[in-house]
T-cell receptor
Framework: AAGVIQSPRHLIKEKRETATLKCYPI?????VYWYQQGPGQDPQFLIS???????DKGSIPDRFSAQQFSDYHSELNMSSLELGDSALYFC????????????FGQGTRLTVV | AQKITQTQPGMFVQEKEAVTLDCTYD???????LFWYKQPSSGEMIFLIY??????QNATEGRYSLNFQKARKSANLVISASQLGDSAMYFC????????????FGPGTRLSVLP
């Protein structure tokens, strides 16, 4: 079965550079979530989209932005990267209008040097 | 206040034995979903099991079952017949409402299965 696809899997950037992370949800899933997981921490919610509209916002820095496109894929744009942005970034997808399973991608490991 | 509490930072279990990982939650919503995820050392977040707040029966998925006690607001994960490959971090998570409401994760429990 198709799963959530994230790209790239690994990314190394220098401070003050920009990065774009991509997420392709499971087919027919209309909701996408972005999470950031620092070393040894639980995932922290950044932002979510339902039917291409932002539905909820968490602790996402102003330097980050995201959107969901007409094909339901989502991109997380990160600018002016800082060392503290080094983390595992997860995307998850689900069917937004019911309490159903939500599946995560394999994550993008971002390292800022 | 913490919405998800996992009181066991680390657990050990002997191979082939059963183990229970604790999770309690806090919500005033009537509609919510409870999830368990497994995160091995490779980093991916693997969905294990889901329990809806209106589900009357405990969820089961293979060797995983969720002991859902609504009045006590607990959603413990039971793994039967532990295997070495079960060694990982386990996260309990909750989603309140629907339509893109985010998941809140607990701090996790690191399970180590001993041969």
């Amino acid at each position: 079965a198709a799963g959530v696809i994230q790209s790239p899997r690994h990314l190394i950037k220098e401070k003050r550079e920009t990065a774009t992370l991509k997420c392709y949800p499971i087919p027919r899933h209309d909701t996408v979530y972005w999470y950031q997981q620092g070393p040894g921490q639980d995932p922290q919610f950044l932002i979510s989209f339902y039917e291409k509209m932002q539905s909820d916002k968490g602790s996402i820095p102003d330097r980050f932005s995201a959107q969901q496109f007409s094909d339901y894929h989502s991109e997380l744009n990160m600018s002016s990267l800082e060392l503290g942005d080094s983390a595992l970034y997860f995307c998850a997808s689900s069917l937004g209008d019911s309490d159903t399973e939500a599946f995560f991608g394999q994550g993008t490991r971002l390292t800022v040097v | 206040a913490q919405k998800i509490t996992q009181t066991q930072p680390g657990m050990f279990v002997q191979e082939k034995e059963a183990v229970t990982l604790d999770c309690t939650y806090d919500t005033s919503d009537q509609s919510y979903g409870l999830f368990w995820y497994k995160q091995p050392s490779s980093g991916e977040m693997i969905f294990l099991i889901y329990q809806g707040s209106y589900d009357e029966q405990n969820a089961t998925e293979g060797r995983y079952s969720l002991n859902f006690q609504k009045a006590r607001k607990s959603a413990n994960l039971v793994i039967s017949a532990s295997q070495l490959g079960d060694s990982a971090m386990y996260f309990c998570a909750m989603r309140e409402g629907s339509y893109g409401q985010n998941f809140v994760f607990g701090p996790g429990t690191r399970l180590s299965v001993l041969p």
